[in-house]
Every structure is written in structure tokens, then in C-alpha cells.
């Protein structure tokens, strides 16, 4: 998955490079862009209770308070209570200070399971150590050493984890180890991803316990044949590679299975199901005891079927199937939504989020695969399904029926009607869900409104406040502060286009002003929301007279089918279209100076401000590129097949998506940053453009970064560095006065 440009993690470091400053104060400004580009953190404030788990059936939740610190709140007396405390905790058998980066609670909510000494593999895994915590006790117990994954029984009797390629399981009635696979070797893992499944079907953990405890299933993955990937950053004398299996398109991709284990009796159990040149992106145990669910896509991703399977003698049958013209989503990246399918506890049905009438929507199903009926219907999408009640029949979800820009929490009747909203706050809201469906955390924002956190109750009553972020409006009423504005134009071509634009301090309409364009622009992403404006840059833009542009472009989620996978096939075309009628929207603003734009992206924003740049010529003077792709024949197979098809049947169509075939179009000045370990972008796209640029006599900038992944920067002094290189290009080649 094409990843958005991620600095967020380095705002935090505001704390200790710019100093609070009281409400009393005169307003203040930035001195500098390091000041700004580190001020995320005063603007975003405080996310609420962090590490949020429902315990005890959803009677209390957890949280880590401070440090080293777990305590749990109840909603219906609002008490809270110390669950753990870590301050005087040692590593077992050591005097080290225990120290942990997540953990999970038992389903009894007697034994908490934490992750410790992580070791990162891909984005989303990497390689720990797991303890148990026994609540009543107080012992710490070392369950799983090197694991990139673990997990506790359903019972809370074992725990499983996967280790070097097999699977494993701990029984605490024994305290003995259980080897459930033995056939692990070089890319050839059970219970373990390679980088493109977990990549681009959002998952790290390749295997899943049934509620009952009895089973494990599991992905066993076969990459031998994927073509391997080097990279280095060129440190010492000596040529050291990493290495990865790497399919790109049209090349052999992993193969995979699905084993079932026995628990009991350590058998195991392969599913029938033939793969085909297809994948198997996700695995559900249903309610019916020994029952597995599976989903197959073919490799053009445009064909579903779904299949029941029985754990104890693998065969299987198909029950549903989806088709489309363009593509079938399993899960949506940029929500943090892993499934769009739901196994409720209790009940034979299942619930699946489709787009077949325009809109993403939900409909029920028996476990026969008869649709019951349609839950919801109209032209919004639901996002995100949080709790179904099987004793009340109720489904709770949210959606964009009051506007594709908010997401707004609602609840039906199993079989559409009742219909009723919960959350009545204009604002992107997003919402934690209690597993006995009394309760649930809202947080959200507005362009007026920093992020707000509270418990409530599924009347919608207000139960507590969590976090009202009193210092964020603190810091904007003592700090100049340049709000998001929200707007909309029409294209030439009749589509309707939602924007956001941040003006600059005093703002004057009778003066003209350079515009940036700072987009992504990627299928299913959505860059403009009613949310409250974060980003530190974007500040000092404002505030030494840019207007920053955000714009939710065709190919965005939120708006339905048409608007989202018009793109199919045409990956660049109408995505730059709407850039370029963006510009050309502004440039009839009184206010704006037409002959002072830019455009800039990272990651497919990188792809997107490069394209648009040569496919739009003279519409941008400045194009700032972040890792880009610049031909989609280069990226990996399972996204880039998604939305452009098969090799060699759309060749041409490739082509034309390519950045480098327009390479002699280089109208105005770029400059483009790519990292050597890039895993995801290949630092290839960013060579091959340039050499293409060069044959075409075009000049570009460009700044390597070698040991940076796919954020380009490595460290909060590269990320200022290259943050800083954006600004002076933009200072010296956007502005009338050449900065030094």
C-alpha cells in the first residue's frame, strides 16, 4: 500500500523544542521553521485514554496512565482503579526495569499479555518477546522469546505465537511448550506474511484462534519463487544488501494455504480450496463450532467467492460471490478498517460492506450465503461497522450520510429500519465500541473544534468527558493560528470537488498570494475531512504567505463507486485532472497569483505531483516529489494489479500511466527526494525518471537519502533538513524573492 507521508511521530518532539507560552501572552509566531515543523504536537493535543481495551464483557475499559501505569474505568460509576503498575517491575531473572510497547488482555480478564523488546521487520510486524501478567498474583512470566506474533486463547488456558516460521503454543496448566508446525525453511513460513501480503492486504498476524480455544488456523506461505528485491544504503567499504521477496507486477506471487491445527490432538487439517494464481486475504472462524470462513480473489482482484470450511476434514463450499468491473475491497488502508466482513457471535448470519449499488453498503446474509436483506441503502457509504447484537438485532456503524467530509455514528435494526444517529457533533468522528454494546468512546474534531474525546452511552448520552484538549485551545488563542477552511467548485467536466484552504496570516483579498497544493490523491484515500488543522508546516506556510491546498480528487473514498473507481485502469488521469481544474478554480480567486503554484506529494502524492506536473504543463511552477512511482510496472503486484489489471493484456495502459513517458512536458522547476532503502517505492522509479528527464534535456533536483525507508528522512534532524529543502525551493523558485 502506498503509504502517506508519515511525520506525525516526530510532532511529538514539540514538547522540548518549543516552549509553552501562558493565554496572557501577546500571540506569538513561529521564529523559525523547526519551531513550526515540531508544533504538530501543541496543535493535535492529547488523543485521550491511550491503549484502550474493553474488559470484563465491556463493563470497564482499560488505558495506560503515565509511564508504566494500566487503570481501568467503569461508565456506570465512573470509578477508576490501578489494574497495574509496572514502576518497580523487573525483567524476570534480571534488575532491568520492565518495559513493554503493547499488550492484550485475556478474554477473562485475569491475565494481560505484553509485548516487549520490539524489533521491527515490515510496517506493520517485527520480533518480540511476550510475558504474561497474572493479575491476581502480580507474576510477570517470560511465554514466547523472538515471536513476531502472539496471542492468548479465547479460554485464556494457552498462549499461541509464531516463531521463526512455525507455530507454537504455551499451556499454563503444564507450563510446557507445543510445537503445532515443523516444516518452516528460507521464505517458506506457517503463521507468518511476507512483505507483500502484509503490505497490501493490511494484516501482520497470519493465523487465528476459534472462540472455543480448540483450533488454530493459519496462512502457510510459499515465496520461494518471488523475485528478491536488494537494497543498501552505500555505508562502509564493503557492498552489504538487504533483501526481500518482492513480486512486482506481472512476476510469481506467493502462494499460500490455509492449515487448521487440533489443538487436542496436534493434527493438522489443509482446506480445500484451490488457489489458483489468487490470494486468500482474510480468514474468519464464524459461530458455528469448527467452522472456518474463507475469502479467495482471483489476481485481478475483481472476483470474490467465499467459502465455509470444516476445521476437521478441510473440505470446503462456496456460499457467496462478488464480481465487479473494477475491483473488490476487503479492507480500507486509510480508515484503519481491517474487515469489511462480520462474523457476529450468537447468530448463523454474516454481514458484508459492498459497493454493487454505488454506495459502499451493508447487507445480511444467512450462512447458507441468502441474502436476507439490504441494512442500509441511499447515496452515502458506511466506513466502519463497530458492533452488531445478534439478542437486540441491532447494528451499530459509521457513515457519511450527513457528509462525506464527517463520519458520523449510527444504529438500525438488523433489517434497516429504525434508523438513528448517535453523534450529533458536525466533525470526523471516530468511535470505540464496547464488545456488550452499552458504551463507546467518540473522538473527533472540526476545522473549529481540536480533537475532543468522550464516553458515552448508546443513547448518545454524554457519560464523561475523556479529553477536551483545553491547551490546544490554549495554544491557538496565545499562538497566531491559521484555521481549514472548508470549500467545494464544480470541474469543467461537471464533477463536484471538495477542498480545504488554509490562508495566510492576515489574510488581505485584495492581495495575491503563491498556492501549494499539498495532496496524496491515491484510490480509496480521502485527504479533506471536517477535521481540525494539525500539520506545522502547513503553518509556517501560512504565516510567511502561502495558501496550502488540500483536495479530495477523484479516486477518493467517501463518495461511492462512480466517484472512487472512475480511476480503474487510468491510474494519473483524472486524479491529475482534478489537480490541474483545482488550480485553474484558484486561479479565478481575486486573491490568488496563478503564476505562483505548486504541487506536492509523497508516496502516491509523490507519483501524483510529478505526473500532474508533466501531463499538466505550465499549470504548476514548482512540483515537490516524495518517493514517487513513476511507472506502475515497477511496484508491487497486489496493489498495483488491483487498479491497473494484468501484463501483458494492459501494456499500453501502463504506459500511459507512467510518469516518464512525459518526461520532455517539464514545464517549471522539480525537485524530487527518494531513499536507497526504500522497500516500498523502489528508489528505481526516482532513477528512471530522472534519466528520462535527462534524455529529454529537462534538468530536476534531486536529494538522495540513503539510509531513509519510505519517509525519505531517518531522523527528526533529516526530517527538518528535508522539510527545510522544500521550503527554500519553494522560497526560491515560487516567490518573486530568492531566498538564501
Known amino acids: 500500500m502506498i503509504n502517506l507521508n508519515r511525520v506525525a511521530w516526530l510532532y511529538g518532539l514539540a514538547f522540548l523544542l518549543v516552549h509553552p507560552v501562558t493565554a496572557q501572552q501577546a500571540k506569538q509566531r513561529y521564529t523559525n521553521l523547526q519551531q513550526a515543523v515540531f508544533s504538530g504536537g501543541q496543535l493535535a493535543g492529547s488523543p485521550g485514554p491511550r491503549s484502550v481495551n474493553w474488559i470484563e464483557g465491556g463493563t470497564k475499559f482499560s488505558f495506560i496512565d503515565g509511564q508504566n501505569t494500566i487503570k481501568t474505568l467503569s461508565p456506570k460509576d465512573q470509578k477508576e482503579e490501578v489494574i497495574f503498575d509496572g514502576s518497580q517491575l523487573k525483567f524476570p531473572g534480571t534488575d532491568k526495569p520492565f518495559a513493554y510497547g503493547s499488550f492484550q488482555w485475556s478474554k477473562d480478564s485475569k491475565n494481560i499479555l505484553f509485548q516487549a523488546n520490539f524489533r521491527p521487520v515490515y510496517r506493520r510486524s517485527g520480533v518480540s518477546d511476550y510475558y504474561v501478567y497474572s493479575v491476581a498474583d502480580k507474576s510477570l512470566k517470560l511465554v514466547a522469546k523472538d515471536a513476531q506474533t502472539a496471542e492468548l486463547a479465547p479460554d485464556g488456558s494457552k498462549v499461541g505465537y509464531e516463531r521463526g516460521g512455525n507455530l507454537f503454543v504455551f499451556d499454563f496448566a503444564t507450563q510446557k511448550e507445543t510445537q503445532l508446525t515443523d516444516d518452516a525453511k528460507a521464505a517458506f513460513y506457517n503463521g507468518r506474511f511476507g512483505w507483500a501480503y502484509e503490505e497490501e492486504f493490511g494484516l501482520a498476524q497470519a493465523w487465528e484462534w476459534s472462540p472455543d480455544s ?297 492581495k495575491k498570494y503563491p498556492v501549494i497544493l499539498d495532496i496524496y490523491g491515491g484510490p480509496g484515500a480521502q485527504s479533506v475531512y471536517n477535521e481540525f488543522a494539525t500539520t506545522g508546516w502547513h503553518q509556517w506556510l501560512a504565516q510567511t504567505g502561502y495558501i496550502v491546498v488540500g483536495v479530495n480528487n477523484r479516486g477518493s473514498g467517501g463518495y461511492g463507486r462512480e466517484f472512487e473507481k472512475v480511476v480503474y485502469e487510468k491510474l494519473g488521469k483524472y486524479e491529475s485532472l482534478d489537480f490541474a481544474e483545482t488550480a485553474a478554480y484558484l486561479a479565478r480567486q481575486p486573491w490568488v497569483d496563478a503564476n505562483r503554484m505548486a504541487i506536492r506529494g509523497h508516496s502516491y502524492g509523490g507519483y501524483m505531483s510529478s505526473y500532474t506536473m508533466l501531463t499538466h504543463p505550465g499549470v504548476f511552477k514548482v512540483s515537490l516529489v516524495g518517493a514517487p512511482v513513476t511507472d506502475w510496472r515497477l511496484y508491487d503486484s497486489i496493489y498495483t494489479e488491483r487498479y491497473m489489471g494484468l501484463l501483458p493484456e494492459n501494456e499500453e495502459k501502463y504506459k500511459v500511466s507512467a510518469v516518464s513517458t512525459y518526461a520532455k512536458n517539464l514545464s517549471g522547476k522539480m525537485f524530487i527526494a527518494h531513499s536507497t532503502m526504500d522497500e516500498n517505492v523502489h528508489v528505481r522509479n526516482t532513477f528512471q525518471l530522472v534519466n528520462a528527464l535527462e534524455d529529454a534535456g529537462k534538468d530536476a533536483d534531486l536529494r538522495i537519502y540513503p539510509p531513509g525507508a519510505h519517509g525519505v528522512a531517518y531522523s527528526a534532524g533529516t526530517q527538518l533538513l528535508l522539510f527545510q529543502q522544500y521550503t527554500t525551493y519553494l522560497e526560491n523558485n515560487l516567490k518573486s524573492t530568492p531566498a538564501n
Open 214 to 510: 480448540k483450533f488454530i488456523a493459519f496462512w502457510q506461505s510459499d515465496e520461494r519463487q518471488v523475485p528478491i528485491y536488494k537494497l543498501t544504503d552505500y555505508k562502509g567499504f564493503d557492498e552489504k544488501f538487504d533483501s526481500l521477496p518482492y513480486p512486482r507486477v506481472g512476476d510469481q506471487n506467493p502462494t499460500v494455504r490455509i492449515g487448521v491445527v487440533d489443538i487436542a490432538n496436534n493434527s493438522k487439517q489443509w482446506v480445500k480450496v484451490d488457489l489458483g494464481d489468487g490470494y486468500i486475504p482474510r480468514i474468519y472462524w464464524t459461530s458455528q463450532e469448527g467452522q472456518l470462513a474463507l475469502m479467495h480473489l482471483n489476481r485481478k482482484q475483481n472476483h470474490l467467492r467465499l467459502f465455509m470450511a470444516n476445521a476437521r476434514t478441510g473440505d470446503a463450499k462456496q456460499i457467496m460471490e462478488e464480481k465487479s468491473t473494477t475491483w473488490v475491497d476487503v479492507f480500507d488502508f486509510f480508515a484503519g478498517i481491517n474487515h469489511l466482513i462480520y462474523f457476529p457471535a450468537g447468530v448463523q448470519e454474516f454481514y458484508w460492506v459492498s459497493d454493487r449499488d454505488g454506495f459502499a453498503h451493508l447487507y445480511r446474509y444467512d450462512y447458507s450465503g441468502k441474502l436476507l436483506n439490504a441494512v442500509t441503502s441511499g447515496k452515502w457509504e458506511v466506513s466502519y461497522v463497530h458492533h452488531i447484537d445478534p439478542k437486540a438485532r441491532k447494528v451499530y456503524f459509521t457513515s457519511t450520510e450527513a457528509s462525506p467530509l464527517e463520519r458520523q455514528l449510527f444504529v438500525s435494526d438488523v433489517d434497516g429500519k429504525n434508523k438513528r444517529r448517535l453523534t450529533t457533533i458536525p466533525g470526523r468522528h471516530a468511535v470505540n465500541f464496547s464488545p456488550n454494546g452499552q458504551y463507546f468512546i467518540d473522538k473527533y474534531s472540526s476545522v473549529s473544534t481540536p480533537t475532543q474525546v468522550e464516553l458515552r452511552d448508546t443513547k448518545g448520552q454524554l457519560i464523561k468527558a475523556l479529553e477536551t484538549n483545553k491547551r490546544v485551545t490554549d495554544y491557538t488563542t496565545s499562538h497566531d493560528y491559521s484555521p481549514k477552511e472548508l470549500s467545494s467548485f464544480k470541474t469543467t467536466d461537471g464533477q463536484q470537488i471538495d477542498i480545504s484552504i488554509i490562508k495566510p496570516l492576515n489574510f488581505d483579498p485584495t
